[in-house]
């Protein structure tokens, strides 16, 4: 009996190692489509993330309000009313989507900032910055566009962020001063209303 089992147990553990080693190949694929169906499964959630929060979010946007779509390196900032969300997508298709959603919009329109330093970048320092330009141009279209100082576009927005909403789209873009900055105006009154309004206060105060 005890040949027997010295016989048996390595004939056993033998066919043991054998099937697992048999099996490998097709658990070994089996997983890798597993995690490629998670990490899509995860680009489409962040696709859909982003894209539900800003139509969720603009009806309850007004003026002095901000939407920004900025690139990959842009600070976390910790002002109260600043919120970011991670969109695991290219800069311009980002910007494009919520533009688009802000032409469809009745109450609000935006108004245009981008950094100082960008038309000044060169391919030779910032490869890919000529073509990332003439891409966010064609997306603009006519549309004016203020250009201030990097640092004083982030002053401006973390005061801004104590009072009032900002809704922060970060993007895959590794470019440097790249993100679009839009501040929200009120879209049905102008600011040529606006100030015939104040005039006609003052003068009826006087």
Partial sequence: MSNIRNIVVPVLCAITL???AHKQQA??????????SKSQAATLHSAESWRAKVKQELPLLGHRNWIMIVDSAYPL????????????????????EVIQDLDKSIHVRPIVYMDAELPYLSDE??????R???DIQSILGNRAVSRLPHEQILSKVDETGKIFHILVLKTTLAIPYTSVFLQLDCKY???ASETKLRETIKAEIK
């Fill in 189 to 191: 009154w102008s600011a």
């Fill in 77 to 96: 900032q910790t002002a109260a009313g600043v919120e970011t969300l991670e969109t695991n997508a290219p800069l311009p298709e980002v910007a494009q």
């Fill in 27 to 36: 658990w070994a694929q089996t997983k890798a489509d597993q995690s490629v």
């Fill in 18 to 20: 054998i099937v697992p």
């Fill in 132 to 134: 990332y330009r003439q």
């Fill in 125 to 130: 320092d910032a490869p890919g910055v000529t």
